[in-house]
């Protein structure tokens, strides 16, 4: 299922589902990314999500327009 995603490494967890959208370039603003989010363009873990401020945590798996991206936290130094 997730062979095909592009991990991405987040600083801290949770992060909420439309900050991921616009910090990896998926959406041109929060606004946007709250506005596909809404309108059930956006997957998490296989499963349609509408919640703007889903709380996403390492593992999960968000997926938009085709692209799947997986969520790793860093690993401190």
């Given at each position: 299922?997730?062979?095909?995603?592009?991990v991405?490494?987040?600083?801290?967890?949770?992060?909420?589902l439309?900050?991921i959208?616009?910090?990896?370039?998926?959406?041109?603003?929060?606004?946007?990314?709250?506005?596909?989010?809404?309108?059930?363009?956006?997957r998490?873990?296989?499963?349609?999500?509408?919640?703007?401020?889903?709380?996403i945590?390492?593992?999960?798996?968000?997926?938009?327009e085709?692209?799947k991206?997986?969520?790793?936290?860093k690993?401190?130094?």
């Amino acid at each position: 299922m997730n062979e095909h995603a592009r991990v991405i490494d987040i600083d801290r967890e949770p992060i909420e589902l439309y900050k991921i959208l616009k910090i990896e370039n998926l959406a041109q603003s929060g606004g946007e990314a709250k506005h596909v989010i809404a309108d059930g363009f956006v997957r998490v873990n296989g499963v349609v999500e509408t919640r703007k401020r889903k709380k996403i945590l390492s593992g999960d798996v968000v997926e938009f327009e085709g692209i799947k991206l997986r969520v790793r936290l860093k690993r401190k130094a």
